[in-house]
């Protein structure tokens, strides 16, 4: 009798012991962070190909401490959805262009001003340095920490009613732009009538002509199938779009210094191949395209002059706004760049 009291005290103790051990490796799990990345770009695309090596490299490095997943095309929402979960910390990090930013931190609509940056390098040189971390400073009043600029790159204009040539092509196209004043401003200045769409909608609205085209980088048109339902792409490059990586700022306030650290060094590493990525997929996404069957056509420059005359009351009212001499200062910058 003995014996079995013995056998089963020690039996006792073993579950008490395995069942201590399972709630520490519970206990464990629970501490462990998560990190949910998201944005509204496509698969395929460089800024959702480099979200997924960005969460790898956090989860990597801080040896899976931070469990990082991702959403990519909208799968939580668009753009102005991704952001509001990061105020609230429902999302932890995204990239989003600036003009869906500049709903919540209007000073970003700056960088959207039509054919402000006339290659990469000028707007690289605005972005990584004092301006660019200027506006950075904007996001943690909107509860968002901004850690640098990603880019979705030049958007173009897309269409399934005729080859855009001239400025007076564009008279009255029913175009899909970005929920942004600027963006629409633009294309009324130029002649077309926008609608903000959200983009999750935009391939049907374009099939069934709700709808004539679209503008958005060209990547999108391959890698959402738009030219299936557009015949045309005009190469007008008339936006360049960065793409700030951001973070939830209640998730960032929640991190160690090490962490922190791991996380900004990732982000610059991946800025840096993102960025190069995007130049690549730009030009393949073009020839995708001609292969596809689509009629690709480069303005002139005198009608790339053109379109740059057209939107000089765009920059003459910015001017007299509280961000002119904002606008200002980065069109010096890029000035010197140029020369």
């Not at 079995?4 to 006792?12: D, E, K, P, V, W």
């Not at 995204?94 to 959207?112: E, K, Y």
């Not at 700022?249 to 900004?264: N, V």
Request: with cysteine; net charge negative.
């Amino acid at each position: 009798m003995r014996k079995r009291t013995h056998i089963l005290l020690m039996a006792s103790i073993f579950l008490l012991l395995s069942a201590c051990e399972s709630l520490g490796e519970a206990s464990d799990r629970e501490d462990d962070k998560k990190m949910r990345l998201a944005n509204a770009t496509p698969e395929g695309r460089s800024l959702s190909d480099a979200l997924y090596l960005f969460g790898d490299i956090v989860e990597e490095e801080t040896d899976g401490e931070i469990d990082v997943e991702v959403y990519t095309n909208s799968q939580v929402g668009g753009d102005r959805e991704v952001f509001e979960g990061m105020q609230i910390n429902t999302i932890q990090g995204a990239t989003i262009s600036t003009g869906p930013i500049s709903q919540f931190a209007p000073r970003f609509d700056v960088l959207d001003l039509p054919f402000l940056f006339p290659d990469e390098e000028s707007a690289y040189e605005v972005l990584d340095g004092p301006i660019g971390e200027d506006l950075l400073a904007d996001l943690p009043d909107q509860n968002v920490i901004g850690l640098n600029y990603w880019e979705n790159g030049y958007r173009t204009l897309s269409n399934d009613i005729r080859e855009i040539e001239t400025l007076e092509d564009v008279q009255g196209l029913d175009l899909r732009t970005l929920e942004s004043q600027m963006h629409i401003r633009l294309w009324q200045q130029l002649g077309a009538n926008p609608t903000p769409i959200n983009y999750g909608e935009l391939y049907l609205s374009m099939d069934q002509g709700t709808v004539d085209g679209q503008e958005n980088p060209v990547g999108n048109v391959v890698n959402d199938n738009f030219y299936e339902v557009q015949q045309y792409i005009t190469r007008t490059d008339h936006i360049y779009n960065a793409s700030p990586l951001m973070l939830s700022k209640p998730f960032w306030d929640s991190l160690t210094t090490e962490e922190q650290e791991i996380i900004s060094e990732a982000a610059d590493k991946v800025r840096d191949y993102q960025r190069q990525l995007n130049r690549e997929e730009t030009e393949d996404s073009y020839q995708y395209l001609e292969e596809q069957g689509m009629t690709v056509t480069e303005l002139s420059e005198e009608e790339q002059e053109r379109f740059h005359e057209a939107v000089e009351p765009i920059y003459e009212s910015y001017e007299q706004s509280e961000n002119g001499d904002l606008m200002k200062r980065i069109l010096k910058e890029v000035e010197s760049v140029d020369n």
